[in-house]
């Protein structure tokens, strides 16, 4: 049976997730290098990296980029995209939690996980089983950094279900909610998009689910995988974290270097 990433992450979810990020992806990629301090010319992994938007900036800063992604229209509009701004990246196609096919141990020099990637697969060892890919791919030394959501904020925030309507892009509609299971540290979400530009209007709906995590909860998952934590902050491009206030929580971890 599939999970809902493999069916959830079409050409209109996109347009919605990524149309009002651009400006901030300059920012986004300059934060992530000051903090990382990537080798001038290695090699950067960036995880779910959707139309390729961080991988793109990250091959025009002259870093050897490969972009993963599950989503073929979304790799289509990222290998479009690479060509327009004429930069070499390799796009794949693929699932992050078994990557073993596409990399050898040891390639990256730096792995990206942004944009609320993390925590999508029903079970929650599947995440764990992420990061140990991550691990694997990560040179000695070598840095990650993942931005997911803060379940301290989520429980306050999503204390009873919440559900609202928008229009993200002019005479496109839609309904967005969302609540807490506590029981399964989830946050379930259902997006009902009707999009107009169109002679004949376009229905979606879709559900999507993402296991949460607190800081502690993160920080011991990364840590028990062989990281070590370096920098907290909170949101993309920046910020302070706040336990139980902060959306985002943003860590950057290092893949240790064993002495012989």
Same mark, same amino acid.
């Not at 379940?151 to 009873?160: M, P, T």
């Not at 879709?206 to 062989?226: I, W």
């Given at each position: 049976?599939?999970?809902?990433?493999?069916?959830?992450?079409?050409?209109?979810?996109?347009?919605?997730?990524?149309?009002?990020?651009?400006?901030?992806?300059?920012?986004?990629?300059?934060?992530?290098?000051?903090? &990382?301090?990537?080798?001038?010319?290695?090699?950067?992994?960036?995880?779910?990296?959707?139309?390729? /938007?961080?991988?793109?900036?990250?091959?025009?800063?002259?870093?050897?980029?490969?972009?993963?992604?599950?989503?073929?229209?979304? %790799?289509?509009?990222?290998?479009?995209?690479?060509?327009?701004?004429?930069?070499?990246?390799?796009?794949?196609?693929?699932?992050?939690?078994?990557?073993?096919?596409?990399?050898?141990?040891?390639?990256?020099?730096?792995?990206?996980?942004?944009?609320?990637?993390?925590?999508?697969?029903?079970?929650?060892?599947?995440?764990?089983?992420?990061?140990?890919?991550?691990?694997?791919?990560?040179?000695?030394?070598?840095?990650?950094?993942?931005?997911?959501?803060?379940?301290?904020?989520?429980?306050?925030?999503?204390?009873? &279900?919440?559900?609202?309507?928008?229009?993200?892009?002019?005479?496109?509609?839609?309904?967005?909610?969302? /609540?807490?299971?506590?029981?399964?540290?989830?946050?379930?979400?259902?997006?009902?998009?009707?999009?107009?530009?169109?002679?004949?209007?376009? %229905?979606?709906?879709?559900?999507?689910?993402?296991?949460?995590?607190?800081?502690?909860? %993160?920080?011991?998952?990364?840590?028990?995988?062989?990281?070590?934590?370096?920098?907290?902050?909170?949101? %993309?491009?920046?910020?302070?974290?706040?336990?139980?206030?902060?959306?985002?929580?943003?860590?950057?971890?290092?893949?240790?270097?064993?002495?012989?």
């Amino acid at each position: 049976m599939k999970e809902w990433w493999q069916s959830f992450f079409v050409p209109i979810t996109g347009e919605i997730m990524f149309s009002s990020k651009t400006d901030t992806s300059g920012s986004e990629v300059d934060q992530i290098l000051q903090m &990382s301090h990537p080798k001038k010319g290695g090699k950067i992994l960036d995880l779910a990296c959707g139309s390729g /938007r961080h991988s793109i900036l990250f091959s025009k800063k002259g870093f050897l980029t490969t972009g993963l992604d599950y989503s073929k229209f979304y %790799l289509n509009d990222a290998r479009k995209a690479s060509k327009k701004e004429r930069q070499r990246i390799d796009f794949i196609q693929g699932d992050m939690k078994n990557i073993k096919s596409h990399f050898k141990p040891n390639t990256f020099d730096l792995v990206v996980s942004l944009y609320n990637s993390f925590g999508y697969f029903k079970k929650r060892s599947a995440d764990s089983q992420m990061l140990r890919e991550v691990y694997r791919v990560l040179k000695p030394g070598g840095k990650f950094i993942i931005n997911t959501l803060n379940a301290g904020s989520v429980k306050a925030k999503l204390k009873s &279900s919440i559900s609202s309507g928008r229009e993200p892009i002019k005479n496109v509609f839609m309904i967005d909610a969302a /609540r807490f299971e506590p029981d399964q540290k989830k946050i379930l979400c259902e997006w009902v998009i009707i999009d107009t530009r169109m002679t004949k209007t376009k %229905l979606f709906r879709g559900k999507f689910e993402q296991n949460v995590y607190t800081h502690t909860e %993160l920080k011991a998952l990364l840590k028990a995988t062989g990281f070590k934590v370096k920098i907290v902050w909170g949101l %993309l491009p920046g910020g302070k974290f706040e336990p139980n206030k902060t959306w985002h929580q943003t860590i950057l971890v290092e893949k240790p270097v064993r002495s012989l």
